[in-house]
Structures are given as structure tokens and as C-alpha cells.
């Protein structure tokens, strides 16, 4: 079962604390928006991801488990 | 046996129990005023602000359980386990005491909606948050009002200096957010 | 399928036009008129909901199915699949009709409401049939008051006659670009402001006020329209096996007669101009697919095919059908940089990257068109550009960076000319593509 990390960009106001607890995967960007490296949560971070899901205060952090989205636009 | 609960060892464990909670409650306030407001030091990371927060509120409650307890099996001054949740039950100092049952009620419900954050969503939460606002004050009032120890110096200049840390960075949060303009 | 008798339009005689036939120029297309020119409304047609794995034959959405309608306002998904989706819901679903034509360089949408509004309203009606809707909008922009009265006694005639079983509520949305989305659309009729909304779910799960919601562009309808009167063999006719029928198409730019015209799927975009009565100048250029689309080099683009595939195998973008033409003596970089200014101050300003980044991308574009990047702006905007698409809740962000990707691809030189020297003389040439003036446009969310 792979995890992956998705932003809701409308919730997301650039706290920035993702990017502290989860440096291997986010990154900000010159506006301090998070940028998602790789969407797909490698077990190594696993706790690390949930830790920054956790701690977003706007709930923008979303894990989802699956393959990927659904077919219909 | 009997001493225990008639002396004073249960009363100025409520006491200190009680200066503690306050003291928590306005670190907890202080966290949450300084994470909105964004706060970040070169040392200071800003998912510290935010934890710091969480676990304060969580350790008030523990000291505020401790609180309720030991006041309410203090037989020296009868007061029900109701009057910590209904105001209005205590025949003790009934305004001040009904301000701290208040101030416990909107406690609990500020830890129980965070607890379960990611099933009520966004515009829920922030909502039932907002009662931070009025769960401090209040619980600082009943400090004042039904606490022994206001004549004290040193109580007194800590239940001030509370009032102005969380005066202060509160005027600090809302008229720099007034300035730069709400988004 | 019953094959209703092609009364006056006769259909297979003639291949073209089909939506604009009977196209008046002075006035709407009236009910009387509209039925003697097409037939009756055939309700009868659109038997049941389709339920999945079990297709009754005969209903509209099999027929919508075979017949290989894509959506018409800009996506182009397949119309069948998303009704059947729709349908598929438990309980009952809501049809909306998107005649919110956002795209400043696009007036199909407006000539079909203003001059054949029975089609669309017909649409509507069949739609809300076949999937078992209670509730059916019709959504323009608001501030058009002539439009929005001419709608109104379109559906108040139909009313006098009991045409529609589900009453077709017209409602005015916001001038802002954003507000014609289809989330934004959803959430405006939900109640809330016309801004776009993150998505799952998506308005086939969850759309007005939580019912299962299909929405569909005014073009899309009108098709529906024909094709439930004249079946898929009919509407398969016309354009070419993958991408079946006729569409509508706005042309612009330097062309002799703009307009808009409606031609077969798969026509070549040259002939598309040659149909607009031809280059009126020397072309170095032709901006396909409206500002969510993209450049394509003139003489590149003449023989291609105007279909989403055709076009994005090329780069490009069919959009709702836009062909704009860019003279030799335009700048194209000036063009692009206006209208990402545009782009930048119509976001919803909700999502971080859009917000600032589309200003900055605009500002860029700016100096490389009029001021010169000093050998930095083509570098600087390559880096602005992989750090917007994507990165928003909506495809706003996505439709300027890839109309600037396409820019610098198809004008690669001009680009580097202009970050090294400067202006071109292009930039002096009186604006060519079209962008709403400050009073057309709405500053309010509600």
C-alpha cells in the first residue's frame, strides 16, 4: 500500500512547518508555499510524513492511500 | 485519616494546582497567539511553536484535573464534582466558582474538537477555537475571585504579568495583521 | 433508436451548418420557430437512467455513448461517459449548463445563447431526463443584462407551453475569469462565493448543495439537442472517426471576416482561416485554443487538424476553439505578456503559487516585451514557470503557464533577441488580442 502527500492549496496559508519536519520530501518555494519533491511517502519518513500532517495548522498536509486519481476529470 | 481532608494539605494543593493550570493556560494561549501569528526565530522553528502549544494545553489539563480533584475531596469546604462542570452548584463563592466551571467547560471543549480536528474540519474547528478567547479571561477571573491568594504579592504580580503577556502578544498579532491587511 | 423524420432541416443533405442553421442575424430564434425548423423536443427518446452494465438500448445516454460527443468547452472529455457517471449516483442529480464564457477571445457560447437558445434549453431538458435530475441551472455572466433578458423570455415561453418538466433556473454568475469554472460554478450555485474549489470531490460525486452534479458547456447541449432528435449515425456524419461532429469556432486576429464559424471535427486550422475570408496580412503565427492554449507557428500549424488530439500530439491545445491570428508586424511576446497580466489579476487569489507567482511571470514578461531582460528574463522566466503549473487548485495557473511555455517555444528567438536588444517594433502595434477593459470586468466575489 503506497501513501502519497497532496497539498490543498486553497487551506495552505505558508506556515512552513511541513517543510521543517519533513525536509526530505518539501521544499519551499521563494513565496514559502510547500513544494512536494516526491508525492509518494518512502517507509524511511513514514513518521516523519505523518508527524507533518499532523502538525499543519490549517489540516493543507493531506496523506492518501492508493495508486492514484480517479479517472474522471 | 481525617486530617488529610480537613487540614490544609488538600488546600494548598488546589492552590498551587491551581496558580500552575493558570500559568499553563497562558503559555498554552501564548503558543497559540505566536503560531498564527507565524512566529519563527533563527533557532526557533516554527513546528515548535506549534507542538509547544499542543502539549502545553494537553499538561493544563492534567493540572486542572489535579485542581478539580483535590478541591472537591477537601472536606473542609464541601463542593460537589458538579459544580467543576455546572455553574451555579456550589453554595462556596458560587459566582467565582461557576466562572471556573465555565472556563473547564470551554477547556474541554477547545482539547476535544482539536482532538478530532481531521473529522471536523477546517471551518468547524476554527470556530469552537475561537473560545480560547473567552476560556482564559474567565479562568483567570476565577483566580482573582475564588482564589485565597490574591492578597498575596507574588500570586497577584503572576496573575498580572499573565494578563500582559497575553495582552501584549495578542495587540502584537492583531494590529500587525490589521496593518499588513488580512488576506 | 427512433430516427425522427428530418422535417424541415434536412439533415442528410446537407453536411454543415448544423447548430447555426436558421441562424438569424436580427433576432433570437423564437420556440415556433425553433420547432419547425428541428422537430418536437424529443423527450421520448431519453428513456430511463442507464444503470452500469445494464445499458438499456434507447436511452440518450447510449446514444450520447455512440454518437462520441466530447465536451465542447474546452476539456473535451467524452459527454456519454460523464452523464453516465452522473447518472450511476444514488439520488438526485442536477444539471448545469455552462454558458459562463470567461475566455475574452471566445464568443461561440454567447451566439449560441443569443441566437439559438432553444438548442441549449433543449439540451438541458434531455440531460436532466436521461440522469434523473430534479434541478436544472443555465449560469452566464451576470453583468450581460441584454443576454440574461433574452434568456429569461426564452424560458418563460417554453413555460407558457410546459416544454421543460424540470424548470431551468437562470442565475447570473460574477464577471471574474475564475468564476466560470466548473468548482466555481458549483460553490456559487451551492450558496458560496464564485471561486474555484480543491478538488476531490469532484462535481460528478459532490457538486451543487452535495448532489451528484453534471456539468456541461451551452455547445455541448445544443449537440445533445440534435442528437436526440437525429441519432449518432447523424451526428458521426461529420468530422472524422475519433472525433465525430460538427463544432463552433471563434476566429480573430488579422483574418478578413472574424467570427464565428462552425466546422467539421478535424478540419485544418488553415482552412479554418481560409474560412474567416483569409490572413488579412502576412502571419508568423496563430494563437489556437484561447488563452489556455497555445502558439503554433504559422505555416507549422496550417495543415494541422483541429482536434485535442491532433493538437496536443503538436504542443498545442484545442481549447473551446479559438483561432487567433498573429501578423508578421505584432510582437507575439507583447501579446503573451498582456495577457498574462490579465491572468494574474483574475486569480481567485486562494493558492500561494498562483497568487504570486502568476504577478511575477506577468512582470517578466513585461520587461522582456517592452524594456529588454538585460540577458536574464527568458532564464528568469523558465524558472518562475515549473514553480506555478500545478501548483493550484484550479487550472487558472496551468492555462498561463502553458500559454508562456508555448510562447517561448514557438518564439525562441524573438525571445532572445528581445532579453539581449530590447523592444522590437512589434510592441508599437495596437493591441490584437482581446482583454476585458476595467468596466466590463467585476471586482466582488458575490
Same mark, same amino acid.
Given at each position: 500500500?503506497?501513501?502519497?502527500?497532496?497539498?490543498?492549496?486553497?487551506?495552505?496559508?505558508?506556515?512552513?512547518?511541513?517543510?521543517?519536519?519533513?525536509?526530505?520530501?518539501?521544499?519551499?518555494?521563494?513565496?514559502?508555499?510547500?513544494?512536494?519533491?516526491?508525492?509518494?511517502?518512502?517507509?524511511?519518513?513514514?513518521?516523519?510524513?505523518?508527524?507533518?500532517?499532523?502538525?499543519?495548522?490549517?489540516?493543507?498536509?493531506?496523506?492518501?492511500?492508493?495508486?492514484?486519481?480517479?479517472?474522471?476529470? | 485519616?481525617s486530617?488529610?481532608?480537613? =487540614?490544609?494539605?488538600?488546600?494548598?494543593a488546589?492552590?498551587?494546582? =491551581?496558580?500552575?493550570?493558570?500559568?499553563?493556560?497562558?503559555?498554552?494561549?501564548?503558543?497559540?497567539?505566536?503560531?498564527?501569528?507565524?512566529?519563527?526565530?533563527?533557532n526557533?522553528p516554527?513546528?515548535?511553536?506549534?507542538?509547544?502549544h499542543?502539549?502545553?494545553?494537553?499538561?493544563?489539563?492534567?493540572?486542572?484535573?489535579?485542581?478539580? =480533584?483535590?478541591t472537591v475531596v477537601?472536606?473542609?469546604?464541601?463542593?460537589?464534582?458538579?459544580?467543576?462542570?455546572?455553574?451555579?452548584?456550589?453554595s462556596?463563592?458560587?459566582?467565582?466558582?461557576?466562572?471556573?466551571?465555565?472556563?473547564l467547560?470551554?477547556?474541554?471543549?477547545?482539547?476535544?474538537?482539536?482532538?478530532?480536528r481531521?473529522?471536523?474540519?477546517?471551518?468547524?474547528?476554527r470556530?469552537?477555537?475561537?473560545?480560547a478567547?473567552a476560556c482564559?479571561?474567565?479562568?483567570?477571573?476565577?483566580?482573582?475571585g475564588?482564589?485565597?491568594?490574591r492578597?498575596?504579592?507574588?500570586?497577584?504580580?503572576l496573575?498580572?504579568?499573565?494578563?500582559?503577556?497575553?495582552? =501584549?502578544?495578542?495587540?502584537?498579532?492583531?494590529?500587525?495583521?490589521?496593518?499588513?491587511?488580512?488576506? | 433508436? !427512433?430516427?425522427?423524420?428530418?422535417?424541415?432541416?434536412?439533415?442528410?443533405?446537407?453536411?454543415?451548418?448544423?447548430?447555426?442553421?436558421?441562424?438569424?442575424?436580427?433576432?433570437?430564434t423564437?420556440?415556433?420557430?425553433?420547432?419547425?425548423?428541428?422537430?418536437p423536443?424529443?423527450?421520448?427518446?431519453?428513456?430511463?437512467?442507464?444503470?452500469?452494465?445494464?445499458?438499456?438500448?434507447?436511452?440518450?445516454?447510449?446514444?450520447?455513448?455512440r454518437?462520441?460527443?466530447?465536451? /465542447?468547452?474546452?476539456?473535451?472529455?467524452?459527454?456519454?461517459?460523464?452523464?453516465?457517471?452522473?447518472?450511476?449516483?444514488?439520488?438526485? $442529480?442536477?444539471?448545469?449548463?455552462?454558458?459562463?464564457?470567461?475566455?475574452p477571445?471566445?464568443?461561440? +457560447?454567447?451566439?449560441?445563447? $443569443? /441566437?439559438?437558445?432553444?438548442l441549449?434549453?433543449?439540451?438541458? !431538458?434531455?440531460?436532466?431526463y436521461?440522469?434523473?435530475? +430534479?434541478?436544472?441551472?443555465?449560469?452566464?455572466?451576470g453583468?450581460?443584462?441584454?443576454?440574461?433578458?433574452?434568456?429569461?423570455?426564452?424560458?418563460?415561453? /417554453?413555460?407558457?407551453?410546459?416544454?421543460?418538466?424540470?424548470?431551468?433556473?437562470?442565475?447570473?454568475?460574477?464577471?471574474?475569469? #475564475?468564476?466560470?469554472e466548473?468548482?466555481?460554478?458549483?460553490?456559487? &450555485?451551492?450558496g458560496g462565493?464564485?471561486k474555484?474549489?480543491?478538488?476531490?470531490?469532484?462535481?460528478?460525486?459532490?457538486?451543487?448543495?452535495? /448532489?451528484?452534479?453534471?456539468?456541461?458547456?451551452?455547445?455541448t447541449?445544443?449537440?445533445?439537442?440534435?442528437?436526440?432528435?437525429?441519432?449518432?449515425?447523424?451526428?458521426r456524419?461529420?468530422?472524422?472517426?475519433?472525433?465525430?461532429?460538427? !463544432?463552433? #469556432?471563434?476566429?480573430?486576429?488579422a483574418?478578413?471576416?472574424?467570427?464565428?464559424?462552425?466546422?467539421?471535427?478535424?478540419?485544418?486550422?488553415?482552412?479554418?482561416?481560409?474560412?474567416?475570408?483569409?490572413?488579412?496580412?502576412?502571419?508568423?503565427?496563430?494563437?489556437?485554443?484561447?488563452?489556455?492554449?497555445?502558439?503554433?507557428?504559422?505555416?507549422f500549424?496550417?495543415?494541422?487538424?483541429?482536434?485535442?488530439?491532433?493538437?496536443?500530439?503538436?504542443?498545442?491545445?484545442m481549447?473551446?476553439?479559438?483561432?487567433?491570428?498573429?501578423?508578421?508586424?505584432?510582437?507575439?511576446?507583447?501579446?503573451?505578456?498582456?495577457?498574462?497580466?490579465?491572468?494574474?489579476?483574475? !486569480?481567485?487569489?486562494?493558492?500561494?503559487?498562483?497568487?504570486?507567482? &502568476?504577478?511575477?511571470?506577468?512582470?517578466?514578461?513585461?520587461?522582456?516585451?517592452?524594456?529588454?531582460?538585460?540577458?536574464?528574463a #527568458?532564464?528568469?522566466?523558465?524558472?518562475?514557470?515549473?514553480?506555478?503549473?500545478?501548483?493550484?487548485?484550479?487550472?487558472?495557473?496551468?492555462?498561463?503557464?502553458? &500559454?508562456v511555455?508555448?510562447?517561448?517555444?514557438?518564439?525562441s528567438?524573438?525571445?532572445r533577441?528581445?532579453?539581449?536588444?530590447?523592444?522590437?517594433?512589434?510592441?508599437?502595434?495596437?493591441?490584437?488580442?482581446?482583454?476585458?477593459? +476595467?468596466?466590463?470586468?467585476?471586482?466582488?466575489?458575490?
Amino acid at each position: 500500500m503506497t501513501y502519497r502527500l497532496r497539498v490543498d492549496p486553497i487551506a495552505c496559508t505558508a506556515h512552513g512547518m511541513c517543510a521543517e519536519l519533513l525536509p526530505e520530501l518539501i521544499e519551499l518555494d521563494p513565496w514559502g508555499y510547500p513544494i512536494l519533491l516526491s508525492p509518494v511517502v518512502p517507509p524511511s519518513v513514514m513518521d516523519h510524513a505523518r508527524r507533518a500532517v499532523d502538525a499543519c495548522p490549517t489540516m493543507a498536509l493531506l496523506m492518501e492511500e492508493g495508486i492514484g486519481r480517479p479517472l474522471l476529470s | 485519616m481525617s486530617a488529610f481532608f480537613h =487540614g490544609p494539605a488538600l488546600w494548598y494543593a488546589t492552590r498551587a494546582t =491551581g496558580l500552575v493550570t493558570m500559568l499553563l493556560l497562558t503559555a498554552s494561549v501564548l503558543l497559540g497567539i505566536l503560531t498564527t501569528g507565524r512566529f519563527a526565530g533563527g533557532n526557533w522553528p516554527r513546528f515548535l511553536t506549534v507542538g509547544l502549544h499542543r502539549n502545553m494545553s494537553l499538561l493544563t489539563v492534567v493540572f486542572l484535573v489535579l485542581h478539580v =480533584g483535590t478541591t472537591v475531596v477537601d472536606k473542609f469546604v464541601s463542593i460537589p464534582l458538579t459544580a467543576a462542570f455546572i455553574p451555579f452548584t456550589s453554595s462556596y463563592k458560587e459566582f467565582w466558582l461557576s466562572l471556573g466551571a465555565v472556563a473547564l467547560d470551554l477547556l474541554i471543549a477547545l482539547v476535544a474538537t482539536s482532538l478530532i480536528r481531521n473529522r471536523l474540519g477546517l471551518r468547524a474547528w476554527r470556530w469552537f477555537h475561537w473560545a480560547a478567547y473567552a476560556c482564559w479571561p474567565v479562568a483567570l477571573a476565577h483566580g482573582l475571585g475564588a482564589g485565597t491568594d490574591r492578597s498575596t504579592l507574588g500570586v497577584f504580580m503572576l496573575t498580572i504579568g499573565c494578563a500582559a503577556a497575553v495582552t =501584549g502578544v495578542a495587540t502584537w498579532r492583531f494590529v500587525g495583521a490589521a496593518r499588513a491587511g488580512a488576506r | 433508436m !427512433t430516427s425522427v423524420a428530418l422535417s424541415a432541416y434536412r439533415a442528410p443533405e446537407l453536411r454543415l451548418p448544423r447548430l447555426l442553421a436558421g441562424v438569424s442575424y436580427y433576432h433570437p430564434t423564437g420556440l415556433a420557430e425553433h420547432q419547425e425548423l428541428y422537430g418536437p423536443l424529443p423527450l421520448r427518446a431519453a428513456v430511463g437512467r442507464s444503470r452500469p452494465g445494464r445499458p438499456r438500448p434507447g436511452s440518450l445516454i447510449d446514444l450520447v455513448e455512440r454518437s462520441g460527443l466530447t465536451g /465542447r468547452g474546452g476539456a473535451g472529455f467524452p459527454t456519454g461517459r460523464k452523464m453516465r457517471s452522473v447518472a450511476a449516483r444514488r439520488g438526485k $442529480t442536477v444539471v448545469v449548463a455552462n454558458g459562463a464564457e470567461g475566455e475574452p477571445a471566445s464568443c461561440k +457560447d454567447r451566439l449560441l445563447l $443569443t /441566437r439559438a437558445p432553444h438548442l441549449i434549453l433543449d439540451g438541458i !431538458t434531455l440531460a436532466a431526463y436521461a440522469i434523473g435530475a +430534479d434541478e436544472a441551472h443555465l449560469v452566464v455572466h451576470g453583468q450581460e443584462a441584454d443576454l440574461m433578458a433574452s434568456l429569461e423570455d426564452a424560458i418563460a415561453d /417554453r413555460e407558457t407551453f410546459g416544454v421543460d418538466p424540470v424548470p431551468i433556473q437562470l442565475t447570473g454568475l460574477p464577471a471574474r475569469y #475564475v468564476s466560470s469554472e466548473q468548482s466555481s460554478i458549483v460553490q456559487y &450555485l451551492s450558496g458560496g462565493p464564485a471561486k474555484p474549489t480543491f478538488s476531490p470531490p469532484r462535481p460528478h460525486e459532490r457538486g451543487v448543495k452535495g /448532489r451528484p452534479t453534471l456539468v456541461n458547456n451551452v455547445e455541448t447541449l445544443a449537440h445533445l439537442a440534435l442528437i436526440a432528435r437525429y441519432g449518432h449515425g447523424w451526428f458521426r456524419g461529420v468530422g472524422t472517426p475519433a472525433a465525430p461532429g460538427s !463544432t463552433l #469556432v471563434t476566429v480573430g486576429g488579422a483574418v478578413a471576416r472574424p467570427g464565428v464559424y462552425e466546422i467539421e471535427m478535424g478540419t485544418p486550422i488553415g482552412q479554418v482561416v481560409m474560412m474567416a475570408g483569409g490572413p488579412s496580412e502576412r502571419l508568423q503565427a496563430l494563437l489556437v485554443g484561447g488563452y489556455f492554449g497555445a502558439w503554433l507557428p504559422a505555416a507549422f500549424a496550417w495543415p494541422v487538424p483541429m482536434t485535442h488530439a491532433d493538437l496536443r500530439a503538436v504542443g498545442g491545445a484545442m481549447g473551446a476553439g479559438m483561432v487567433i491570428a498573429l501578423p508578421v508586424t505584432a510582437c507575439a511576446l507583447a501579446e503573451t505578456a498582456r495577457v498574462v497580466s490579465y491572468l494574474a489579476e483574475e !486569480t481567485a487569489a486562494q493558492c500561494g503559487p498562483c497568487m504570486f507567482g &502568476l504577478p511575477a511571470l506577468a512582470n517578466t514578461l513585461i520587461e522582456l516585451a517592452y524594456q529588454g531582460g538585460w540577458g536574464r528574463a #527568458v532564464k528568469a522566466i523558465a524558472t518562475l514557470v515549473p514553480l506555478i503549473e500545478r501548483r493550484g487548485a484550479c487550472r487558472h495557473p496551468d492555462g498561463a503557464t502553458q &500559454l508562456v511555455r508555448s510562447a517561448l517555444t514557438a518564439f525562441s528567438a524573438d525571445a532572445r533577441w528581445h532579453d539581449r536588444h530590447g523592444p522590437c517594433p512589434g510592441v508599437g502595434r495596437a493591441p490584437l488580442l482581446p482583454v476585458p477593459s +476595467d468596466e466590463e470586468r467585476e471586482w466582488d466575489w458575490t
